[in-house]
């Protein structure tokens, strides 16, 4: 099956920094990759799309300046939270699409998620 | 409310029963998806089922959908401690190309 890493898993930084989180499709080419932030006890939200060597697209009240993505290869898409603050401790969540037999069923495949701790 | 709302939002049973979880959507959809989510891990995908299917079985999964009531169940036979988790229910709209998510259920079996 598809597999999708995604490091790091745990994370915890200072109030102000900066957090890259990446997501690597591992035995397929991932020409659209998701990422979500999920609270606890609740279901994933969806923060931006992100395709291949194009501008990420982002939902209604993400702040893009915020949470900077990078989709720079068909197996690689990074998340950056600029300037943390407590607030945007989550657990964030990628995932990829697959494309199969030239047809793309929705179906995602996930990665196993970062919990990020901003003190 | 949410594309994607399922019930119950938690369910407590004894190893060996069965477990159904439901879930309702509201817009046409290409296809419904069930996911497993382990505490503090990424999601897994169970079971694709099509707009024009009824009724899939992988193992001891039984998914139903019906479209004229937009909603979709999820059985899961036999259940094990193992199986403790959440499971989501996720639309793909037609014409779409993104998924919705339902708030999940929270499903305990004990030993």
Redesign the interface.
Known sequence: GAV?S?HPSRVICKSGTSVKIECRSLDFQAT?M?WYRQFP????M?MA?SNEGSKATYEQGVEKDKFLINHASLTLSTLTVTSAHPEDSS?Y?C?ATAMRNRA??????????S?LTVL | SQQGEEDPQALSIQEGENATMNCSYKTSINNLQWYRQNSGRGLVHLILIRSNEREKHSGRLRVTLDTSKKSSSLLITASRAADTASYFCATLPAGGSRLTFGEGTQLTVNP
């Open positions: 999708v995604q659209t998701f006890k609740q279901s994933l969806l799309t657990f969540i995932s793309n069923t929705g179906e995602l495949f996930f990665g196993e998620g919990r």
